[in-house]
């Protein structure tokens, strides 16, 4: 499982037992709703309605929403939630947009991974981050946790904060594709390394040059998102350290999936073939 104790604590450091209470959850709130896209066990319509309610979730009517299922009813008790914390008002319309956000890439790419365009290169790697960046959950996390802060600063300083919450999730996703890519291109799934295979003329997945190519490529293009999102944070001054909990928060994720598929190490999923639980596959640790 996901270390999601350690990332609250990595965001909200000591002494504030409900921000951490609350992270934890809409991570694992982000792992269920995950699982549920992709598990297969709900129909197009259950989905469908899902993502709608969802959505409603995040406008002004959201308190007539009382959930259908089981994902959508803990969402609306994690909305009351953040509802209570000190400066949700000061972050709310944000965090609202970056979960409609989250919530269009999700459906985006679900579509296309029910169908094999994307298998024939045509969606360029920019216009793919562009919806990832948001689809990997990591953005409306780091800007709901704002939420929790006291620093005056931090909201002087939210436009910047949140174009950094979404660069770390562009670095990210990209670190979430290398690892996940084996797993993902058997499941159909759109992948960074599966879209630059595929965008190079592959024929067949057993190439093993050319998908080594292209997981290098997507290693470069990881370190270059990963060194802006340093860059920004670099221009941001907050006196409690947000922009730099943002990049501690950013590293942790990429140096778990440097190691491993989370999902494989979980046990929630096999092993991709010729690559062992620990193995970096030409990566390397000083992201």
């Known amino acids: 499982m996901f270390p999601v104790g350690l990332t609250a604590a990595l ?3 000591q002494g504030r037992p409900a921000a951490h209470r609350v992270q934890s959850a809409l991570m694992l709130w982000a792992i269920a709703f995950d699982d549920l896209l992709d598990s297969g066990r709900s129909s197009g319509a259950q989905v469908k309605e899902v993502l709608k309610e969802c959505e409603l979730l995040t406008s002004p009517r959201w308190e007539s929403v009382a959930g259908s299922v089981e994902v959508t009813r803990a969402l609306r008790h994690l909305r009351v939630e953040l509802c209570l914390a000190p400066r949700w008002a000061d ?3 944000v965090w609202c947009s970056e979960f409609a956000a989250f919530l269009r890439a999700s459906s985006l790419e679900r579509s296309f991974s029910l169908t094999d ?3 024939q290169g045509d969606l360029l790697l920019d216009l793919y981050l562009e919806h990832a960046q948001h689809s990997i959950a990591l953005p409306w996390l780091l800007v709901g946790g704002m939420a929790f802060e006291q ?7 939210l436009p910047l904060l949140s174009a950094l ?3 770390c999730g562009r670095a ?8 996940t890519h084996s797993r993902e291109k058997t499941e159909g799934r759109l992948n960074a390394v599966s879209l630059l295979h595929a ?3 592959a024929r067949s997945s057993r190439n093993e040059d050319l998908i080594r190519d292209s997981v290098n490529a997507v290693d470069v293009r990881l370190r270059r998102e990963a060194a802006k999102a340093r860059e920004l944070a670099a221009s941001i001054s907050t006196d409690s350290g947000t922009e730099d909990r943002f990049i501690d928060v950013m590293t942790l994720g990429i ?8 999902r494989v190490m979980a046990g929630d999923a096999l092993p991709p073939q010729g690559r062992s639980p620990g193995s970096r596959e030409a990566r390397t640790p000083d992201v």
């Open 255 to 262: 140096e778990i999936y440097a190691r491993s598929d989370f």
């Open 165 to 167: 919450a979404v660069q």
């Open 172 to 179: 990210a996703r990209l670190s979430n594709d290398i690892a």
């Open 151 to 157: 620093d005056p600063k931090v909201f002087k300083s």
């Open 91 to 93: 972050v709310s319309d």
């Open 11 to 13: 965001q909200h450091g």
């Open 199 to 201: 965008a190079r003329g």
């Open 117 to 119: 365009r994307w298998s």
